[in-house]
């Protein structure tokens, strides 16, 4: 029987086919995990309750029940929108997310697409979903959309620059650019990235959260100003799609973070052969430690304003990114 | 009142390039928005992320209050009234029934005053409580909100003890308050006074409250984005404000150490001891400031007034049908959204001849033209929100 | 709080001494009654009084500015028992914010042409409540910068606080006039007003 398996998925179409399921299901799954989480973490935080209804007591079915209620509503497209561009943009936040996906090692062997240049198709392919915002903004034929898809604009781009500069330290230290080289570099070191690169990993995380436009970034969506911002229009599955790809994108970003910095799959002390099973759940576990503060900030901070956010970029992170990369590239050097 | 001039806005000073012609795009702020408090509609020119001209439109919760005021009888106009300015139900009808009460030239007794006074103070900690909750809302943070609305629950809970209601308490009569009756014909002639335990309940709930507000000050004042988002924002010169009416925690947020409990003589605030605070730059942290502190002078207060309240009827006699004498007087009262005043004037019949409502938010949002010239629209949403209004008691 | 005291001949009011350094001032007279100063100025005055109240007796806090509508016969509520001077009185209210005094102005306008100047340039506050007056009662104000209604819609007709303006549910059903309480329905009488322990007659 498990050599029936091992032929069939040596086939190269099987196999593709097998990987693409498990990452299309992947992506509603972990959305939906990190979507309850942040109800009741949300709601642990603010003295409530959460979701108490939906499947029992602890309210676990309460995302499932929302994804059914969001497909059976109405698709609502405004009459004055441009329909086609209003349709994609939602298409194209969710296919950047996916994308992040297949260069994620969850295991030793455990990647999807182990390509040569990881960490340069990750950052890449996540910068796609800014032109998915910029669209939901302008097609959206709303004033408020369109000053938030604005305010995403210039966020998003604004805050590429130091989500980039960040890595390039991690990478110097791993003298490589795949995702699996550089946990590799890790293991073989002995210690996680992190310890050193703590100024590329902060800035890292703070411009993963501008990138997910979360609270304290959350200008595009600013609930309280412009309504939902960009999202004003959408409803029913599309805003769904938006929805998950927020919950899914925390995730990836994080397991990004975890892999470049904090040792990814790999923990101190676990003989190779447990880790083969172990590395996914240990990846995992790291991912909802870092999942768990960017909640945690969600529900703690209030917004900040577009000029205080962009002088942020530009003026701290920026600097200090650069600042990172020559350090760790003089230490690199001096000492091997 | 010196004024540091670093801090004194001056009009926009919007430069648009030469080479990139940009056009203005005139944005709709409400009315039906999550910020505007109510029914408010900003029509404001902006230019990319700046406005620059914003003018408010109001009256769409307009209800006439002066015009019914006129074919109403005393008590009847004292359920009118507590609807103005909703959040803090009870301080709406204080002065309007001592306007009256000086009319008629009749003394309240002493328990009814200090009764008044608990509740009106209770009134200004539900009001201060709601913006405590609103203001980081509006700026992003959610969580304040679900600490202080769960405190002033237990305010609320003790209004509807003593009054019947939350918000809409009914509560005062013309020579003093309401005494409670008993239930059924046997005990109908048997007045009650405050509801058993009530004292005691109130003590515990202040202490709850200044617990709770120490905690929503330790989430908010340490916090740098909050900071970042209101300290500077939206100064208020103390002489500006002064000239539009602004009025009450805006206005001593300004540095204007006014406080008409200290001056005016509706309610025996002159036997408290009590603080009145006051900003030093008139920007929205020092609204913010000023309403925090004013809610630990409020428990200050009620805790002193529990301590102290008399025995004794709690009405005066008054005749069955109520006909105010002649006479014009106004009376002013520092509700916890700023000055309320009733211009009262009476024929001698069962209603008033003319009631001038004069609300605090009206002229507290008269302001808005001024201090909105050139600010970023972010801004617009802080500063409306520190100026705490309530479209009830703008619109009337 | 304390009742006024009745305003006997021998008994000097605490508040006369600043309503007469204001009405000196402005040249207008002063009144006290109820613990309230009003101060009556011609139309002419107006400006020149509140300008001269802000800058030369301190009294820098705008409070309110409105109107009464003084008319014999009214279609609203009861008609004023004695006899009144058919008129407008515009009446604004200024504070100090010091030791809280304040003082009402006051200028009687005529009913059929009810202009006057207005006092946007000495308390840019009045500009608000001057559209709500204009609105309320058709009261003119010259040299406002932007006279148009505050509340009612553009193509409201009439102008509602004149006493010469009906309410519709007043048609359905004519206002009851001086007369006693109405009983409760399916009650008695006893329980409608605020209880005392004896209950005198009116």
Partial sequence: ?336 | MVLDQDLVRHLSETSVSVELETEDMTLNIGPQHPSTHGVLRLVARVDGERAFDVQPVIGYMHRGYEKLAEVRSYPQITTLVNRIDWVSGYANEVPFIVAAEKLLEIEVPERAQYIRLILTEMARISSHLVFMASYPLELGAPTPLFFALRERERVLDLLEGVTGGRFHPNFNRIGGVKPAYGSGSSTRKVIQDLPAGFLAETRDAMDKVTVAVDEINSLVAGNEIILARTKGVGVLPPEVAASYGVSGPNLRASGVGFDLRKVEDYLPYHLFDFEVPVGENGDCWDRWHVRLLEIRQSVRIIQQAIDGIPSGPLQAKVPKVIKVPKGETYVRAENPKGEMGYYLVSNGAQGPYRLKIRSASFSNISILPWILEGVLIPDIIAIMGSLDFVLGDVDR | MTSSPSETETTVHPLQEFADAVAGAVGGEAKIAFDTVKVRVAPEQWVSALTTARDELGLVFFSFLSAVDWSAEVEVGDPPGDEVEERFELLAAVGDLGAGRRVIFTTDLAKDSPVIPSVVDVFPGANWHEREAHEMFGIEFVGHPNLANLYLPDSFMGNPLRKSYPLLSREVKPWPGNVDVEPMPGGDEETTEGPSEENPEA
């Fill in chain 1, 1 to 336: 029987m498990t050599s029936f398996l091992t032929d069939l998925f040596s086939n190269f179409w099987v196999s593709l086919a097998g990987k693409l399921l498990i990452v299309a299901l992947m992506i509603p799954l972990v959305g939906m995990v990190i979507g309850f989480a942040e109800m009741k973490l949300s709601a642990k935080m603010q003295a409530r309750v959460g979701p108490y209804f939906a499947g029992g007591r602890w309210g676990w079915a309460q995302l499932i029940a929302d994804g059914v209620k969001f497909f059976q509503k109405e698709d609502l497209i405004p009459a004055e929108a441009d329909r086609p561009v209003f349709k994609l943009a939602p298409v194209l936040v969710l296919v950047s997310t996916v994308a992040l996906l297949v260069v994620i090692p969850f295991g030793p062997d455990l990647i999807f697409r182990d390509l040569s240049v990881g960490v340069f198709f990750a950052l890449a392919i996540s910068s796609l979903s800014t032109i998915g915002i910029l669209m939901a903004g302008w097609s959206s034929a709303n004033k408020y959309s369109l000053m938030g898809g604005l305010r995403a604009a210039g966020q998003l781009i604004a805050y590429e620059l130091p989500l980039v500069l960040a890595v390039v330290g991690a990478v110097i230290l791993a003298e490589t650019m795949s995702m699996a080289g550089i946990v590799e570099a890790q293991v073989s070191a002995g210690y996680p990235f992190v310890i050193f690169q703590f100024v590329g990993f902060a800035v890292f995380m703070i411009a993963a959260l501008a990138e997910l436009t979360r609270i304290p970034f959350d200008m595009p969506i600013a609930e309280s100003e412009l309504v939902m911002g960009y999202l004003t229009e959408y409803s029913g599955f599309r805003f769904l799609f938006f929805f998950l790809a927020e919950f899914a994108n925390m995730f990836t970003l994080s397991a990004i973070a975890v892999t470049l910095f904090l040792g990814g799959w790999w923990l101190p002390g676990i003989p190779d052969d447990v880790l083969a099973y172990a590395g996914p759940l240990i990846l995992v576990a790291k991912t909802f430690l870092l999942v768990f503060i960017m909640i945690w900030f969600r529900w703690t901070f209030p917004r900040f304003r577009e000029d205080q956010l962009q002088s942020l970029a530009w003026k701290v992170l920026v600097p200090l990114a650069l600042a990172n990369i020559a350090i760790t590239a003089v230490f690199k050097v001096v000492l091997g």
